[in-house]
């Protein structure tokens, strides 16, 4: 053929192309225009554990080009999905979505909807719904379960746990319902939303495509400047200050902010490395202040400043600053302050140090030398208490929480990720850097951290991602539904198992009643006999190590950080003792 004739052709080879790209789009099901109206709204990704109502979704999926929808993750449990869409929306700062099948798969994806909701995570969940119709509709009853599966209300299900729920009555509705789930779920504070999709929406074809506007986010107030430059001249007065914080670490440009604040005015940081790493705990201002010192308190994005039971500070002035500054989700939060302001921290931090660059609030010289000469005695002395509990350890051959916490910390490769439930003794390891850090979430409900850590390594594949978990919170992660998506997707992890023979959150609790005897066996507490997560980890397909000796449990960590690094998954479980 001719250049002339091919010149020719392609033309009508493209217009032919289109036509039938537009006859298919035109015939989508209500599945199908799901997935195109998530990609136009911004998600990347969804985690799914299917149903018998995703059919339509499911062949859309098949033709649709992978430039009109998400990326599609199968997971073989509720739980590992929304754990993992709560890590991939961490790290990606990005909605993701979570489809289940109708009540019992919300149901056993509340739990991790309930921690994203306390740890304000954008998680768009999206379950089918059964048939409404027994019989005449695309989609109507077929089965048993379509008539077991039916509930009231499924709405009432979920509404604690999101910011905004809706059941769409239309396939035609689809588009504005998912614009709108993002932007509410994506606003400030962000968190969880919930779609609920009966199986004749899913199911139904399509006349013409509908048209679908883009999501809007809405952007906080900024502080009012008097109120801030009034905190600024507190912080410039005050003998002690304080600033706690759990959570401004989660955006990184508070983190560097804080660090440069914390160094102009020589003032404490409580819970640097709490939630996130919200400041350098190898900063001589990281040691823990006394806050029945402090004559300042600035509490930044923390939904629990400090333990009542233990420690309230009284005759100071407090300050509440963040997106929810007086925690009106809680029923009962029982702080007083003398001033909450509604802001991100990472805003209300750039005024601040705006105040003191320009000269506005100065800080005497005395006063910074006298906090800087404080401040790095606490530290040192800190620092060298816990180097003493380590070297106590080490010489009494005690694989104890914190010497593995510690050993953990010099295996691993410097910015690794560690995703912790429960178990890390964050203290013992050395954090510089933002994102390097995930803690449990404030609702800590057991089987976060496996599908979190998945989902952190899935949307940043090129950085080493461990997760610690105690033996009872690995099996709360259903850890064969997480060896098969790191199998899946080529998600090569470390699991470090601290593995205690029992619940010692639990145990620790008794001390509320006069127990002491911690080293005592407790039925209820601890395990009839210790679980063999070793054994169980060969099985699920990982390289397996176990060690209940310190230079064991050197060696075991070294060998499975080198086959992460060679591509393979790897689990250690770690017969740890507790510190007592």
């Not at 779609?195 to 006349?207: P, S, T």
């Not at 709490?274 to 300042?296: G, H, K, M, Q």
């Not at 509440?320 to 909450?340: C, I, K």
Request: aromatic share 10%.
């Amino acid at each position: 053929m001719s250049k002339g004739r091919v010149l020719y052709v392609i033309p009508i080879f493209r217009k032919l192309f289109d036509a039938v790209k537009a006859f298919w789009m035109q015939m989508l099901s209500g599945g199908g225009l799901l997935l195109v109206s998530l990609k136009k709204a911004g998600v990347e990704r969804f985690f799914i554990n299917s149903g018998t109502e995703y059919s339509g979704l499911l062949l859309d999926y098949m033709h649709l080009n992978p430039s009109q929808r998400p990326e599609m993750i199968v997971c073989l449990s509720e739980t590992t999905a929304a754990a993992a869409a709560y890590g991939y929306s961490l790290m990606s700062e990005n909605a993701s979505a979570v489809m289940v099948h109708t009540v019992p798969g919300v149901a056993n994806a509340l739990p991790n909807l309930f921690n994203a909701h306390t740890a304000s995570i954008p998680i768009i969940l999206i379950s089918g719904l059964t048939s409404y119709s027994s019989r005449g509709l695309r989609g109507s009853r077929k089965i048993r379960v379509h008539w077991g599966q039916d509930v009231r209300d499924i709405r009432d299900l979920v509404r604690q746990f999101v910011k905004w729920d809706y059941v769409v009555t239309e396939a035609a509705e689809i588009p504005e319902t998912v614009s709108r789930a993002v932007e509410v779920a994506m606003s400030p504070p962000q968190g969880p939303v919930y779609i609920g999709i009966h199986r004749e929406h899913f199911m139904a074809n399509l006349e013409k495509m509908v048209d679908q506007r883009p999501p809007i986010v809405s952007q906080p107030p900024s502080p009012n400047p008097s109120s801030v430059k009034k905190i600024a001249e507190k912080l410039a007065s005050s003998n002690y200050p304080v600033i706690l914080t759990r959570s401004a670490g989660r955006n990184a440009k508070s983190f560097h902010l804080l660090k440069s604040l914390a160094e102009r005015l020589c003032v404490r940081v409580n819970y640097a490395v709490a939630d996130y790493v919200n400041f350098p705990n190898t900063s001589i201002f990281s040691a823990p202040a006394e806050l029945r010192r402090a004559d300042c308190i600035v509490v930044l994005e923390s939904d629990v400043p400090w333990l009542p039971a233990e420690e309230w500070p009284t005759d100071v002035y407090r300050v509440s600053v963040g997106l929810d500054p007086l925690m009106t989700r809680m029923n009962v939060w029982g702080y007083g302050f003398d001033e909450a302001v509604y802001s991100e921290a990472s805003q209300f931090l750039e005024m601040l140090l705006h105040l003191f660059d320009s000269g506005s609030v100065k800080v005497g010289k005395d006063l910074l030398e006298e906090r800087r000469a404080l401040a790095e005695s606490d530290w040192r002395r800190w620092r060298r208490d816990l180097e003493e509990g380590l070297r106590q350890d080490k010489s009494r051959g005690l694989l104890t929480k914190r010497l593995a916490s510690h050993l953990l910390g010099e295996a691993l490769p410097e910015n690794s990720i560690i995703v912790n439930e429960y178990s890390l003794r964050p203290d013992y390891l050395f954090f510089d850097k933002p994102g390097t850090y995930f803690g449990e979430p404030p609702g800590g409900s057991l089987g976060w951290g496996l599908g979190a850590a998945l989902g952190i390594k899935l949307a940043k594949p090129e950085a080493f991602v461990s997760v610690v978990l105690g033996d009872g919170s690995f099996v709360f992660n259903n850890p064969v539904s997480g060896a098969a998506l790191s199998r899946w997707y080529r998600l090569p992890f470390l699991m470090v198992v601290f593995n205690d023979g029992c619940w010692w959150d639990v145990k620790k609790s008794l001390a509320d009643m006069g127990f002491s005897e911690f080293e005592k066996k407790v039925e209820g507490v601890d395990f009839p006999e210790p679980l063999d997560v070793y054994s169980m980890g060969r099985g699920m397909g990982f390289s397996s190590y176990v060690a209940e000796k310190p230079e064991d449990a050197v060696e075991a960590l070294g060998k499975a950080v080198a086959d992460v690094l060679k591509g393979v998954s790897a689990l250690v479980d770690l017969r740890v003792k507790a510190d007592f």
